[in-house]
């Protein structure tokens, strides 16, 4: 079992940005995908971004490239998710996902190590 803890949420201008961190503890990192998904009121959790154990292979959804970067640092056991250019509908509640494997998965129901979230509110 992986238990997963995101931080590094908060209220911030547009145009800003914001570095997420999710920490896991419980179980082994190896082999673990990691994911970013968010979820904005009354919306669907969509796919943000993930990255394979040994970071060879990342991937950011099409809407998000050029501004949000996931990197992981496995002696931490941490996964980051760098932010940049900040607009209002990036507000959401950003969540950290894993998965057993190799190869990237961009649906949400593949991942079955959840965070609970920590909040991103952009706003002037």
């Known amino acids: 079992q992986v238990q997963l803890v995101e931080s590094g949420g908060g209220l911030v201008q547009p145009g800003d940005s914001l570095r997420l961190s999710c920490a896991a503890s419980?179980?082994?990192?190896?082999?673990?995908?990691m994911g970013w998904f968010r979820q904005a009121p009354g919306k669907d959790r969509d796919f943000v971004a993930a990255?394979?154990?040994?970071?060879?292979?990342?991937y950011s959804a099409n809407s998000m490239k050029g501004r949000f970067t996931i990197s992981r640092d496995n002696a931490k056991d941490t996964v980051y998710l760098q932010m940049k250019s900040l607009t209002p509908e990036d507000t959401a509640v950003y969540f950290c996902?894993?998965?057993?494997?190799?190869?990237?998965?961009?649906?949400?129901?593949?991942?079955?190590?959840w965070g609970r979230g920590t909040q991103v509110t952009v706003s002037s």
């Open positions: 996902a894993g998965v057993q494997g190799y190869r990237i998965p961009r649906d949400r129901t593949s991942y079955y190590y």
């Open positions: 419980g179980r082994t990192f190896r082999n673990v995908i």
């Open positions: 990255i394979t154990w040994g970071g060879d292979d990342a």
